[in-house]
Nanobody, 127 residues
Framework: QVQLVESGGGLVQAGGSLRLSCAAS????????MGWFRQAPGKEREFVAA????????YYADSVKGRFTISRDNPKNTVYLQMNSLKAEDTAVYYC????????????????????WGQGTQVIVSS
C-alpha cells in the first residue's frame, strides 16, 4: 500500500516562500517519478511540477516556471516543492502524486499517469 503524506503548507504573504514535503512509503520510492498538482477553489486540479525517478529530469507548468523547484531525496523517500515569489493565484490545496509506471523515460505530467495521491496540504498566499 503506497502512502503519501504532504506537509509544509500554510499562510504566507505574497512574495514569500514555502517548502512542501511529501514522504512516501509502501514501495521502492526511487523507481518512480513523482509530481505535484494543485487545486484552487472552484477550479480543476492542475499540474504543477514533476520529477523523474532518477531526479535528472524535471518539468514545470508555465505558471510556476522560474519560481518553483521540485527535488527529491531518494534515501529519505521524500519529494520537495520549493515555492518562491509566491502569488495570490498560487493559493490552492497542493497534492503529491506518485507515478504508476517504474523507470519511465518521459516525465509524466497528466493526472491519469499518477496512481497514488496524498491527502493534500493547503497553501494560502495573502496579497
Amino acid at each position: 500500500q503506497v502512502q503519501l503524506v504532504e506537509s509544509g503548507g500554510g499562510l504566507v504573504q505574497a512574495g514569500g516562500s514555502l517548502r512542501l514535503s511529501c514522504a512516501a512509503s509502501g514501495r521502492t520510492f526511487s523507481s518512480y517519478a513523482m509530481g505535484w498538482f494543485r487545486q484552487a477553489p472552484g477550479k480543476e486540479r492542475e499540474f504543477v511540477a514533476a520529477i523523474s525517478w532518477s531526479g535528472g529530469n524535471k518539468y514545470y507548468a508555465d505558471s510556476v516556471k522560474g519560481r518553483f523547484t521540485i527535488s527529491r531525496d531518494n534515501p529519505k523517500n521524500t519529494v520537495y516543492l520549493q515555492m518562491n515569489s509566491l502569488k495570490a493565484e498560487d493559493t490552492a490545496v497542493y497534492y503529491c502524486a506518485a507515478d504508476l509506471t517504474p523507470f519511465r523515460t518521459v516525465v509524466p505530467i497528466t493526472s491519469h499517469e499518477f496512481g497514488y495521491w496524498g491527502q493534500g496540504t493547503q497553501v494560502i498566499v495573502s496579497s
